[in-house]
Each structure stands twice: as C-alpha cells, then as structure tokens.
C-alpha cells in the first residue's frame, strides 16, 4: 500500500487543532513517509478530505501512476514546483491559511512565504514521526537484525584487514540480506582510533580491539548498533571502561517505559558511570530517536525534559574514551512500551 | 594542509563587498569545503583576518587539534551550539552586521534571528563553490576514474544477476578503489526499468540492455556517470534513441566553454533531439554542477540564463524514455575552461 491513510488522517487532524487549511510538505524524507517511496515534490494535504495534491517532475511521472489510485493526484510542474504550485493554490484555495513542515529550507520558505502571505511553519510531521506504527517497528526490527548479523559475520574476520576494507564489506553484506544499504557511512575503529566517538575508517590494519558502529536501512527504516569486538593485549583501562559501559547499557535500558523524563533516565546512567570514576570520560549523550533519519527527535541528553511516549523507538549508547589509547561504546535499539523497553 | 586559507580569503573578500562583520557557516557540507573534515558545528569567520572559530562538540575534541594550530579556533558547546555561538558574539562582536550562509534550516534561522536582530542571509559559499580550484578537480577526476573502471568492472558480469546485486557489488568496488563510498545510490536498471530516470534496483535479473548511474565519492568529491551496456535482442527504438543520445552527449560536450548562455545550450541540443523525432521522450533537464555534492550550482536546463564560467565542473546527461520498453542515457562530466570543455 503506497499511500499511507492513518498516518494522513493523524495529520489532518493536526490541521484542524491549529487551523491550518492546507499543508505543504517538501522534504523527500517527509513524502517518503507519508507515499512510501523516494519522490522529490511537494505534497498538498487538506484539512478538507477531498484534498491531496503532488507537485513533481517528469522524472517521477510512470512510478507515480498507481499512487493516482490512492486518491493523491500527481501534478507535473517541469518548470518548478514553485509554478505548480501558485497555479493550484490560486485555482483552489485561494485566501486559505497555509501551513508548511519547519524542517524545510530557509531559502524555499523564503521562495513560499514571498508568494503566500498568510504562511506559517509547524513541526506536525517531526511531532507525528516520533511515535512508530506497527509497519515502522517491524521494518526497524528487520534493519537491527540485518545489522546484527552483519556485525557477527566480522567477528573472525577483522583482525588483521584494514578498517576500510571491513567498512566497505558491511555495507555490501548488509545489501546481500536484503537491506536498502547503509543508514549512515560505519565506523570500524581499531585502538587509539576507537577514542574519537566518530572515527574515520584507516588503511590502518585492525588489531587488539574493534569498535564498530553500523546500521542497515531497510525499506527506508534505519538499524544503529554499536559493538566491540577484543582479540589480545587490550589496555586494562579498556577492559574495566567496557564493563561499566555495559552495567550503563543495562542500567539504561531497565528504565526505559512509557512516562520516564528523559533527563532522569540520563542522569541516572551518567551518575553511575561518575561514582565508577570515568566522570571526565563521556563525550556525547546517552542515545537519540531513529526511525526515517538515523538521528531523529527524541534525543536521549541530560538536557531533555520530555517524557518517554509508548511507540518512541530510541538508542542507548553509553560510551567511554581515553584519547591515545582507545573507547568503548555499546549501542542498542529500544522501543518504548506502556510498562517496559523492548530491545530489538 | 586541512584549513584551506585560500578559500577562506575569497569569503572574506564577499563579507567585505557585502558589508558583513561575521559570516556564520552552520552546514556540514560547507565546513567541509573550508576545513577539509566531516565535523558538525558552526564556524564563525570574521572580515577580520584575526578571528576564525568553530563552536562544536565534545566528539570532536580530539580530531581538531591540528585545525587549532591553523588559525582557527575550537570552542566546545556541549549543551548547544547556539549557546557556545551567544557567549562568543556577545564577548567579541556585540552590535557588529551578522550574516549566515542561505542554506540554513529555517528552524536554525529562526533561532538565530531570536538571539541576534541585525542578521542576513546570503549566499557566498554557494557562489564560491561553484567554482573549483586545482585540488577540487583533481579529486572530482580522481572520481570520475575510479567510477568508470567499477562499471567497466560488470561489462562481463551483470548478465543474468539481479539488478539490487549489482548495485552492492558497484558499491563496494568503489571502496576498493579507494573512493569514500558512493556519491548516491546508484541506479542500475534493466529493461524496461530503464524507462524510470529514477530507477529502483530490483531483485529482476538483468537481460537484453542496461542502464548504469553511478558515482564514487573520492575525499568528499563526486563523480557521476552513466552508461549504456547491451548484449541482444535490443528493441529497434532503444538503439536508434541511443545513438540520438551519444550525438546529443557529443553535441553539448562541444558547446561547453566560458562565456556560453547555459539555456541556449540546452536548447540547441534539446532541438536536435526533437529533430531527430523524440521530442516526448525528454524528462529531465541535461544535467547539472557537481562538488561536495552530487547535485549543485548550476543547473543545466533550459530556464537557466546564467553563463558558463571557467572552473565551473558539470554533468552533460541526455536521456530518452519509453514507457513500457525503457531508456537511455549517457552522461560525463565535464569542467569549463576559457576555449573548450574537459572531459573528465
């Protein structure tokens, strides 16, 4: 089913709670939520229901033929969709108060705003994107399981190769099982390299210990784990660093539900990790919302006072560095539920 | 050298034309251009030469001190760079003319406009880049040749495998050549799926024809190729529309130099096409400029009235579609010089 209709009903009603009669969405990722597929455009939501309207180019206009089915009428506006869009405006909705997605461009929120006075930017997709469906979940689930695989398959064969070259070889495995490909470029950092939280991959070769932070895209949805692999000779500092960051982990994760202020739930696993003695230690937060984007609203800092939503899908990450020797990071996926986390 | 000073002086010399006091550069890609590193924050320049920051955070701590010792220097705002970004300007540069490069987010935007009044948008860096110095072709070439050995690499091997294998298989070639990784996802369609100028690999396997678009990233640079390979049974109008696509390739190719009106290439070669009995199977513009991105200033197409520049590197790619049988394109790159077009 390309058009996903709960997802726009959720949105018109959105619509109505602040008033909006018509609502822009110009960001491919946010299309690609509501159409299920890679588009670039604009797409017009009514609060009327009678009402959806996508600007695009010829480049899209034979794959877009089933989704005319779905009530989504497709416009092409060859000579931009600016043009396209002021032409069905002023043939429809001429008057009616205009909404458009914040996450959009200054430079065309400057382009729409100078055509269309009474506009105004929300963050109604960002707000909805936030709580996963069932679909969502399980293409989630489908990425983490590709990723831990791929993962597993480097354990007796990093050592030795260059950072690179495993790089390069998880995202082709995670193509193989079936992923889209990479939600984001992994890293694969050995020793002193694993102290940098975002290590570029060397020629260097691997050795005594393995950082790697990778994710699978499945059907648009993102996977973001986080192991270590040890071989020999690791730095006891590293060894005790990673049970602590394991202890975190857990820590974590057995306060995750539905209710629980973010903040809490940081400063909780960040005091642990001070009274164990690497106060100086944490350079980043404790994790970060995933779903469409593999960085997406919640983010999991001491500094966010909102609560945990049923249906939020987030990461737990705690991580520990010692410049000129190495870091220790673990990362899983989560989604929230009434009374509990769920690790997928 | 990872901070590039000239490039630095061309900004400032636009701050001064245009009259700004600090010029806030808030996009990765932009730091890239001037710090030659995948880093996340905002560097403040000045008109003054004295006075070059980069508010970012704790994850990059330890991967900056070399650009400290250039001149440039690391603030680290662990709880916003905004916050890092107020406490800077409000020590230094109270009251002074702010600008911001134009491809903010309009939520950045907004922020910023909140915190400090006498702030502009522009677009300098854009302009800037659309023109490359010596090290940025030369890593756009180095690109390019590692894309055409990887789909010279499948001549032979893409019959009969899936279309999406493929596609991992050209991915990963493009790591062991030594490229960053993909520039985008490539497109690798067979048959009919050529008909789509945005074709989704498929698990189909490949016969008769295949269209190919691929682009390795070489140290932050792309490159972006397509090409046509054909083993049998080829339909009549896909080999004729091939042939009107190498002329029209070849066409442009011998238009490009400084000084020519981009459309009025464009439109020469578009009449060609029609000439030659395809005017509805056009459904793109005929290409585009390339750098840190796969897609940048200027855009070849028919509405474009801008003129072609020296230094400026850019993509000649006609195409010819058919719904139902497929399509053809051909595309290479190509830097302006004073008399002549460079292929790359």
Known sequence: MPFNISKLKKLRELLAVNRVDLYLICNPLELRYFLDMEVEGILVVSQNKNYTYLITDGRYQHQLQNIENNNVRVVLA?????KGLSRLINRYQKGKKLGVEGTISLELYLKL?????????????????????????????????????????????????????????????????????????PIVASGANSAYPHAYPRDKKI??????????????????????????????VIKRAYEVVIEAKQLALSLVKEGQ????????????????????????????????????????????TQKLRAGMVVTIEPGL?????????????????????VVL
């Open 207 to 236: 050795s005594k210990f393995l950082l790697v932070d990778c994710g699978a895209k499945y059907r648009g949805y993102c996977a973001d784990l986080t192991r270590m692999l040890f071989w020999d000779k690791i730095p006891k």
């Open 113 to 185: 705003k100078n055509e269309f006075k009474n506009l105004t930017s929300l963050f109604l997709i960002r707000e909805l994107r936030m709580i996963k469906d069932r679909e969502e979940i399980t293409r989630i689930k489908k990425a983490v399981e590709i990723t831990r695989t791929v993962i597993n398959g480097i354990r007796n064969k990093a050592i030795g190769k260059q950072e690179k070259e495993i790089k390069a070889y998880l995202e082709y495995r995670i193509q193989s099982l079936g992923g889209d490909g990479s939600a984001f470029s």
């Open 261 to 304: 202020v973010i903040k809490d739930v940081v400063t909780r696993v960040e005091n642990y990790i001070k009274r164990e003695g690497f106060k100086d230690n944490i350079y980043h937060g404790l994790g970060h919302g995933l779903g469409l984007e593999v960085h997406e609203l919640p983010y999991i800092n001491r500094y966010n």
């Open 321 to 341: 560095y010692f410049p000129g020797v190495g870091g220790v990071r673990s990362e899983d996926v989560v989604v929230v539920e009434k009374n509990r986390g």
């Open 78 to 82: 060859n000579n931009g969709y600016l």
